[in-house]
């Protein structure tokens, strides 16, 4: 695999940034690799990936380039007070991208997956761009959006997550059934009929744990596509994470 840092100017960010690529070194003349797209969480960027994962080595014999972006604290969102990573991630890197390497255009070659801010980055993605990404996998991932803000409040005075939330996505009332909805995002694919695969999985012991169930149920009640598997004993944490990698490796092989 040859790894990649890629950076330049973005005029959607309007700022320099980076980009992590794995890419397969040899490949048949004419041939175009597919792509996943693989997100960060919160306190991430660009290489955390690389340095707490051994994703290289998964990769090293699958057919597959690997792309893996900076977003700051943004839950890959169009901010309110802030930059528009979605528009970044969803239009402007994919151009930028293709016009590097010879990376496949076809929307059954395009995967995105992420962890805990990245796993909501994922399904946002996915969920908004049906004919973009076939696949979208979430590790231990903030599903349930406006649940997760709510109870965080209720716990104690959290002064720094409610600033957090209102910066990213303004107030509850315009959060909610908004793009940024991905629970209202399920309901739009399942009244579509063209909803990617979808792959959520979360460990027992995580404090995300009974918001992946409260989504899980949502997306099952819409009769979606989706595979779900929780692992007793982990937490938010990257042991998890090093593995539940090579599984959602598996499942894009399994289309």
């Given amino acids: 695999m040859a790894l990649l840092d890629i950076r330049f100017r973005s005029s959607t960010l309007q700022q320099a940034t980076a980009v992590t690529v794995l890419l397969p070194e040899e490949r048949e003349p004419g041939f175009q690799w597919p792509v996943l797209l693989l997100l960060h969480g919160l306190s991430d960027d660009h290489t955390t990936w690389m340095r707490m994962t051994a994703i290289e080595r998964y990769v090293r014999k699958l057919r597959l380039c690997v792309v893996m972006p900076s977003a700051d604290r943004s839950f890959y969102t169009d901010m309110v007070h802030g930059n ?19 990376l496949s255009r076809r929307r059954e070659d395009h995967f995105v997956a992420g962890l805990s801010m990245g796993g909501y980055g994922a399904f946002k993605l996915a969920l908004n761009n049906p004919d973009q990404f076939s696949a979208a996998a979430s590790m231990s991932g903030v599903l349930d959006m406006a649940h997760y803000f709510r109870s965080v409040s209720e716990k104690g005075p959290r002064e720094d997550i409610k600033r957090l939330a209102e910066d990213i996505f303004g107030s509850a009332e315009s959060f909610v059934n908004s793009t940024s909805d991905l629970r209202r995002m399920a309901e739009f694919a399942a009244i579509r009929g063209n909803c990617p695969r979808l792959f959520m999985c979360c460990g027992t012991e995580d404090h995300l744990y009974d918001n992946n169930l409260r989504y899980l149920s949502l997306l099952q009640s819409l009769g979606l596509p989706v595979t779900y598997e929780e692992d007793p004993g982990y937490a ?16 894009l092989q399994e289309a």
């Fill in 236 to 251: 938010h944490t990257w042991d998890y994470w090093d593995l539940k990698i090579q599984r959602v490796l598996e499942w």
């Fill in 84 to 102: 528009r990573y979605y528009s970044y991630i969803s239009a402007e890197l994919p151009r930028i991208l293709h016009d590097m390497f010879p």
